[in-house]
């Protein structure tokens, strides 16, 4: 039988395009990789390896987390876009239950699953967004309570609080995030914070109910590349568009929420967030 051809690391990562140290990362971690070893010890890689880190490179480019992306390679598997619809299907109904229940342990089950299963991008995008404006809407409609409504800003913000630790210590530009006066609906700014991170940004977060004078002091203090002010009602903007223009004229600000339209961002002078959070963060350029 004739001997499989194999290689060194250093020539495998050039082939593959994967750093060695995370080839290694991804060999100890998930057992993605089973070089064998040569007399002196070192690692000899085959077109097998190469195959799965093909399979594990697509997997993460489908906004897989490296947990699942390497159990689907390892399977010789992709995901296909019917499945990844019945996972965001499936988690959505299993948060919506533990919201229904009022119930801690059904919702964090849901968002563990949520985590592992897709990308945090994605989460926020397929998943948790639109799970969060389907709620604001059955609460609108008087489908469900104010208690459950609490219940879930609570139990899946301090989710995405923890996701948010240390995004304030990046090296990209710097976003202030903030709520207008009076806002106490953050979790939307929340998503968009966190997405924001993962292009690279640094978050300065002050969350609900910001005072604009705070707000103005610590622009001074930062020297931000934009400001994002979010709130749901659009008389929140009104009220305090005089301080917002004012902003406006010596650091750039933005408009989001659902309060936010294109007439009055153009009567403030500021710019316009309109779309998903995933996507504004995905487009915005410092």
């Not at 080839?23 to 990789?33: S, V």
């Not at 959505?92 to 059904?106: F, K, N, T, Y």
């Not at 002091?217 to 931000?224: F, H, K, N, S």
Request: proline content about 5%.
């Amino acid at each position: 039988m004739a001997e499989i051809p194999r290689v060194r690391i250093g020539e495998f990562s050039r082939r593959v395009g994967v750093s060695p140290e995370l080839l290694r990362a991804w060999e100890t971690r998930y057992g993605l990789l089973r070089p064998e070893r040569s007399g002196g010890g070192l690692r000899l890689f085959s077109k097998q390896d190469e195959r799965q880190v093909a399979l594990m490179l697509e997997n993460l480019a489908a906004g897989m987390p490296a947990s699942e992306a390497a159990r689907l390679a390892l399977l010789g598997r992709r995901p296909s876009a019917q499945e990844r619809a019945q996972d965001a299907k499936e988690i959505a109904r299993a948060l919506s239950e533990g919201v229904e229940a009022l119930d801690e342990a059904i919702t964090q089950t849901a968002l563990d699953r949520l985590l592992a299963t897709f990308a945090l991008p994605q989460a926020l995008a397929e998943v948790l967004l639109p799970f969060l404006h389907r709620l604001g809407e059955r609460w609108a409609a008087g489908e469900i309570e104010v208690a459950h409504e609490h219940f879930a800003s609570n139990v899946i913000g301090g989710r995405l609080r923890t996701l948010a630790r240390d995004w304030g210590s990046g090296v990209g530009p710097r976003a202030v995030l903030a709520c207008q006066p009076g806002e106490r609906h953050d979790l939307g700014l929340l998503c968009f914070g966190l997405a924001l991170r993962e292009r690279g940004w640094t978050i300065t977060y002050l969350g609900a109910d910001t005072p604009l004078r705070d707000l103005v002091a610590v622009c001074g203090e930062l020297a931000p590349a934009i400001v994002v002010l979010c709130a749901v009602n659009r008389e929140r903007f009104r009220r305090s568009a005089e301080e917002i223009s004012t902003l406006g004229k010596s650091v750039r600000v933005a408009i989001g929420g659902a309060g936010a339209t294109p007439a009055l961002a153009g009567r403030l002078g500021v710019e316009l967030l309109a779309g998903d959070a995933v996507g504004e963060a995905a487009a915005l350029v410092p």
